[in-house]
C-alpha cells in the first residue's frame, strides 16, 4: 500500500470513530492500532483467551466483567488491575468488585504479549480485546470490531468506584442517569444488560427480592413467584455467602439472547434487570432484542460505545509493563 493510501484509511477510520463513538470522550481509538507497532497482537491475544475459556467456560463471564468495571470506573483505562500502593485499597477491592475473578488470565496474556512487542500493548486493550474474545469463542469469529489505542492510568482507588457502578437494586431512573453519566443511552443500557446471559450471581445479590420485599412477608412482585421459590430454596436465609445463583437459567454458559425472553417471563435474576421492563421505551428494546441477530448487532455497537468511556490515547497514561503494577 502507498503511504498516501494508508494515510486516507487512517483518516478514514478516524471519521469512523467519531461519527459512531457516543461514548463519553473515545474519539482517539481507531480499528487495528496495533497493525505496525505490533501485528501479532490481536490473533494472540485471541488464541490465549480461546485457549482459557476452552478450558474454562466460566471464564467467558468474568472477563467481559472486568472490562466493564474498568470502564464505569475512570474509564477503560485498565485501573481495576492494579494493586494497592500503601494503605489506600485499590479499585479491584472495592465492594462492588469483591466478586470479580479472571485477573490471571489478564496477566497471562499481558506476559505473553510482552514477549512479542515488549513496552507496546496496553492493558486496556488486552482487557477490551480479551472481553471481546471471550464472548465470541463459542462462534469461533469476532463478534464486533474492538477498537484500540487505549492506554492505561497510573491511578486505582477503591473509593473511585463509589457511585459509579450501578447496584443490583437500583430502579430504571438510577440506571439510566448512571448510564448517561458515561455517554450511554438507554439502547446501550439494555443492549448491555444482555450480558447478563452469562455468568453467575451470588445470593446476596437479589435475596432481599424474595424475603419480606415489602414488609408483608412477601416477594418482589415483579419476580415471577414460582421461579421466586426455587430460588428460595437455592438461597435461604441466612444467606450463605458462597452459594452462586446462574443469571440465564440452564444457558449461563452461552452467549444467546435467552437473558431477554427470561427477563419478559419476569425471570430476570436482579432487581437491575427487572427494571429494565418498568420504563415504556426500554421495555420496547427488551422485546426487539429478542432476535438473536438483533441482539448480537446491538451488543456488539454498545460494547464499541462502553470501550470508548474517557479512554486515554496518544501520550496520556502509559504503556504498563505489568498490568498490576504502574511504571516507576
Ligand atoms: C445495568 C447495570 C448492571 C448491574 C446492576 C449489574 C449487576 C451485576 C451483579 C450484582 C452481578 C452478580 C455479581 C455476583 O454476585 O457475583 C453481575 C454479574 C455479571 N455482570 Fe452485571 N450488572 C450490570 C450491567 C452489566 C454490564 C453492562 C455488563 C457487561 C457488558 C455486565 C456483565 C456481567 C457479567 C458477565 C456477570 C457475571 C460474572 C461472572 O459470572 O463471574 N453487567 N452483574
Ligand atoms: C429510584 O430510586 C431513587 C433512589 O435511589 C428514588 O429517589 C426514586 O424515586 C426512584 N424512582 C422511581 C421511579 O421509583
Ligand atoms: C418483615 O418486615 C416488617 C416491616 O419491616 C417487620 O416488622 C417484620 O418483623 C418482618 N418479618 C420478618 C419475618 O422478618
Redesign the pocket.
Request: charged residues 20%.
Given at each position: 500500500m502507498k503511504s498516501h493510501q494508508f494515510l486516507f484509511l487512517i483518516c478514514l477510520s478516524f471519521i469512523v470513530v467519531g461519527a459512531t463513538g457516543h461514548g463519553k470522550g473515545g474519539y482517539g481509538l481507531v480499528r487495528n492500532f496495533y497493525r505496525r507497532s505490533c501485528p501479532p497482537a490481536e490473533n494472540l491475544i485471541r488464541d490465549i483467551t480461546w485457549s482459557k475459556v476452552r478450558s474454562n467456560a466460566?471464564l467467558?463471564?468474568?472477563l467481559?466483567?472486568i472490562?466493564?468495571h474498568d470502564c464505569?470506573v475512570k474509564g477503560c483505562d485498565a485501573s481495576i488491575l492494579l494493586n494497592r500502593v500503601g494503605n489506600d485499597p485499590s479499585e479491584k477491592e472495592a465492594r462492588p468488585n469483591?466478586?470479580?475473578?479472571?485477573f490471571d488470565v489478564i496477566d497471562d496474556i499481558k506476559t505473553q504479549v510482552e514477549k512479542v512487542c515488549p513496552g507496546v500493548v496496553s492493558c486496556a486493550d488486552i482487557l477490551a480485546l480479551s472481553?471481546r474474545d471471550a464472548v465470541s469463542y463459542p462462534f469461533q469469529r469476532p463478534m464486533w470490531d474492538v477498537l484500540t489505542g487505549r492506554r492505561d492510568g497510573r491511578t486505582s482507588l477503591a473509593s473511585d468506584t463509589n457511585g459509579n457502578?450501578?447496584?443490583?437494586?437500583?430502579n430504571f431512573t438510577n440506571?439510566q442517569q448512571?448510564?448517561a453519566s458515561k455517554g450511554l443511552n438507554v439502547n446501550d443500557?439494555v443492549a448491555?444488560?444482555g450480558?447478563?446471559t452469562?455468568?453467575?450471581?451470588?445470593c446476596?445479590?437479589?435475596s432481599r427480592r424474595l424475603f419480606n420485599f415489602t414488609g408483608k412477608d412477601d416477594m418482589d412482585p415483579s419476580l415471577d413467584p414460582i421461579y421466586g421459590e426455587q430460588l428460595k430454596k437455592i438461597c435461604p436465609l441466612p444467606t450463605n455467602a458462597a452459594t452462586?445463583v446462574e443469571?440465564d437459567p440452564h444457558s449461563?454458559l452461552s452467549f444467546d439472547k435467552n437473558y431477554f425472553n427470561i427477563l419478559l417471563k419476569k425471570k430476570g435474576l436482579?432487581q437491575?434487570?427487572a427494571a429494565l421492563l418498568t420504563d415504556k421505551k426500554s421495555a420496547r428494546i427488551v422485546r426487539q432484542l429478542q432476535s438473536p441477530r438483533t441482539f448480537f448487532r446491538a451488543f456488539g455497537i454498545?460494547?464499541i460505545n462502553?470501550g470508548a468511556i474517557e479512554v486515554l490515547t496518544g501520550t496520556n497514561g502509559e504503556i504498563r509493563r505489568n498490568c498490576r503494577v504502574i511504571n516507576s
Amino acid at each position: 500500500m502507498k503511504s498516501h493510501q494508508f494515510l486516507f484509511l487512517i483518516c478514514l477510520s478516524f471519521i469512523v470513530v467519531g461519527a459512531t463513538g457516543h461514548g463519553k470522550g473515545g474519539y482517539g481509538l481507531v480499528r487495528n492500532f496495533y497493525r505496525r507497532s505490533c501485528p501479532p497482537a490481536e490473533n494472540l491475544i485471541r488464541d490465549i483467551t480461546w485457549s482459557k475459556v476452552r478450558s474454562n467456560a466460566a471464564l467467558g463471564a468474568r472477563l467481559l466483567r472486568i472490562h466493564y468495571h474498568d470502564c464505569f470506573v475512570k474509564g477503560c483505562d485498565a485501573s481495576i488491575l492494579l494493586n494497592r500502593v500503601g494503605n489506600d485499597p485499590s479499585e479491584k477491592e472495592a465492594r462492588p468488585n469483591f466478586a470479580l475473578s479472571g485477573f490471571d488470565v489478564i496477566d497471562d496474556i499481558k506476559t505473553q504479549v510482552e514477549k512479542v512487542c515488549p513496552g507496546v500493548v496496553s492493558c486496556a486493550d488486552i482487557l477490551a480485546l480479551s472481553a471481546r474474545d471471550a464472548v465470541s469463542y463459542p462462534f469461533q469469529r469476532p463478534m464486533w470490531d474492538v477498537l484500540t489505542g487505549r492506554r492505561d492510568g497510573r491511578t486505582s482507588l477503591a473509593s473511585d468506584t463509589n457511585g459509579n457502578l450501578p447496584s443490583a437494586f437500583a430502579n430504571f431512573t438510577n440506571l439510566q442517569q448512571l448510564f448517561a453519566s458515561k455517554g450511554l443511552n438507554v439502547n446501550d443500557l439494555v443492549a448491555l444488560s444482555g450480558a447478563h446471559t452469562i455468568g453467575v450471581a451470588h445470593c446476596g445479590a437479589f435475596s432481599r427480592r424474595l424475603f419480606n420485599f415489602t414488609g408483608k412477608d412477601d416477594m418482589d412482585p415483579s419476580l415471577d413467584p414460582i421461579y421466586g421459590e426455587q430460588l428460595k430454596k437455592i438461597c435461604p436465609l441466612p444467606t450463605n455467602a458462597a452459594t452462586i445463583v446462574e443469571m440465564d437459567p440452564h444457558s449461563s454458559l452461552s452467549f444467546d439472547k435467552n437473558y431477554f425472553n427470561i427477563l419478559l417471563k419476569k425471570k430476570g435474576l436482579l432487581q437491575s434487570d427487572a427494571a429494565l421492563l418498568t420504563d415504556k421505551k426500554s421495555a420496547r428494546i427488551v422485546r426487539q432484542l429478542q432476535s438473536p441477530r438483533t441482539f448480537f448487532r446491538a451488543f456488539g455497537i454498545s460494547m464499541i460505545n462502553m470501550g470508548a468511556i474517557e479512554v486515554l490515547t496518544g501520550t496520556n497514561g502509559e504503556i504498563r509493563r505489568n498490568c498490576r503494577v504502574i511504571n516507576s
